[in-house]
């Protein structure tokens, strides 16, 4: 079974994806990690995304989908993935349609304002990739590698809100693209709280 996650930047698609994984085995897929992997090993095309990524722009989709592809054929997507930050518009769903399904969507909904003061505080360890909030956590190194922690370019003001209106114009439209497989939910509270309603509706859905 495949599943994409649809929100706002910040509203908590990562954490929710390592719980879904956890517990149904469904393989997390987030198109901008794929990237920020290539562009760690200095790959071509991941400093060609880069160069959007760093201005909050969605990578062009031929970049996207030549990733997205070599991504799906490994084994261990056999029983099924999530999708996290693709596809982002219709274009990109009506894409997804050529080289894979879409069984459910779940949509978490997260007020702007929240989503932009979660993605201010966050941090990533530039050994591990580890994430930390400068609200739970004040030291600038890594708790598991020791490696120092930094804010991405895509995580600074101006950045957060061109990401957040290009949201808002191209993705949200994917709601009614997806109405028949829709499931809502909230991501205000703890992230478990969260997680509950979605882990109860997979569980009749992977039966």
């Known amino acids: 079974m495949n599943i994409l996650l649809i929100g706002p930047q910040g509203s908590g698609k990562g954490t929710l994806a390592k719980k879904i994984n956890r517990d149904f085995g469904l393989v997390p897929i987030s198109t901008g990690d794929l990237f920020r992997e290539l562009i760690a090993k200095k790959e071509k095309l991941g400093l060609e995304a880069k160069e959007y990524m760093d201005k909050g722009l969605l990578v062009p989709l031929e970049l996207t989908l030549k990733i997205l592809k070599a991504r799906l054929s490994q084994p261990d997507c056999k029983r099924g993935v999530m999708f996290d930050g693709f596809p982002r518009s219709i274009e990109q769903a009506e894409a997804l349609k050529e080289i894979t399904n879409v069984d459910w969507v779940i949509k978490i909904d997260l007020p702007y304002e929240e989503c932009i003061n979660r993605m201010l505080s966050r941090r990533v360890c530039k050994g ?55 499931f809502v939910i909230s991501s205000q509270d703890d992230p478990e709280d969260t997680y509950k309603p979605v882990k109860d509706f997979l569980k009749g859905k992977m039966k």
């Open 128 to 182: 591990c990739g580890a994430i930390y909030s400068t609200t739970t956590y004040s030291s600038d190194t890594c708790e598991k590698c020791g490696g120092k922690l930094v804010q991405r370019d895509d995580d600074k003001l101006d950045a957060i809100k061109t990401r957040l209106e290009v949201y808002d114009k191209q993705t949200t439209p994917l709601i009614d693209f997806y109405a028949d497989r829709l």
